[in-house]
């Protein structure tokens, strides 16, 4: 009898371990559930990084400028190399003489449009597909503290809306001062960034510096 005894506390404290260790086990579908949930987060951050690097890779910037001695063309062409983006050259229907551009002479033709405010020089060509670029970097020389009329032709010829435009000019003193202002004053809902004014032996460092600080990218 008190063999059968033994016997039987014995079955009995097996059954109560084996019940134990069954409750305290973690069920198979918590540990799927959690794993899942751990993937998923893994894929999401993923998918925001391909995201992300398609925005930067497919961003289309063009490089626009007017340039009557060559001076802002050459910064120009050190942007355009700088970001590999398309270029295109503001040209007047009528080119200017170097007789245009006396400044000593109130009656030479750009002393007597920088007078008029409602001047608008005819620009030869246009630029294919403008509504595919996201930033369009507007370039022109300082003339009387303003950018030349025909800049206001170009930005009036066009829809810069949701498109960033970054303007530089070129001199010999004069800062970009109130030109990018009155440019944006000419232009609806396009996001104008602070201009940059550039000597004409600027170095590829120095624009190379100044396009890293926009950080556009």
């Known amino acids: 009898m008190r063999k059968f005894t033994v016997i039987l506390f014995t079955i009995l404290m097996l059954v109560s371990l084996a019940a134990c260790t069954k409750n305290t086990a973690i069920p198979e579908s918590d540990t799927v559930t959690k794993t899942s949930e751990q993937s998923t987060a893994i894929n999401n951050t993923e998918e925001n990084k391909s995201i992300d690097t398609k925005k930067t890779e497919d961003l289309k910037i063009l490089v626009a400028y007017f340039s009557a ?17 398309d270029i295109y050259e503001i040209v007047p229907k009528e080119q200017y003489t170097e007789e245009d551009l006396n400044y000593s002479n109130s009656n030479s033709r750009s002393t007597v449009e920088m007078n008029d405010a409602q001047a608008r020089p005819v620009i030869t060509g246009s630029v294919e597909n403008m509504e595919q670029y ?38 010999g ?14 232009t609806n809902n396009a996001n104008w960034l602070s201009g940059q004014r550039f000597s004409g032996e600027s170095s590829k460092d120095t624009i190379a510096y100044w396009i890293e600080e926009l950080n556009i990218n």
């Open 69 to 85: 001695t060559h001076t802002t063309e050459g910064i120009a062409e050190y942007i355009a190399e700088e970001l590999s983006s």
């Open 134 to 171: 996201d930033v369009v970097f507007l370039g022109y020389p300082i003339w009387w503290g303003e950018a030349p009329r025909i800049i206001s032709t170009f930005v009036e010829s066009y829809d810069f809306s949701s498109k960033t435009i970054i303007p530089f000019c070129t001199s």
């Open 173 to 186: 003193s004069s800062g970009i001062g109130s030109s990018a202002t009155n440019l944006q004053a000419l």
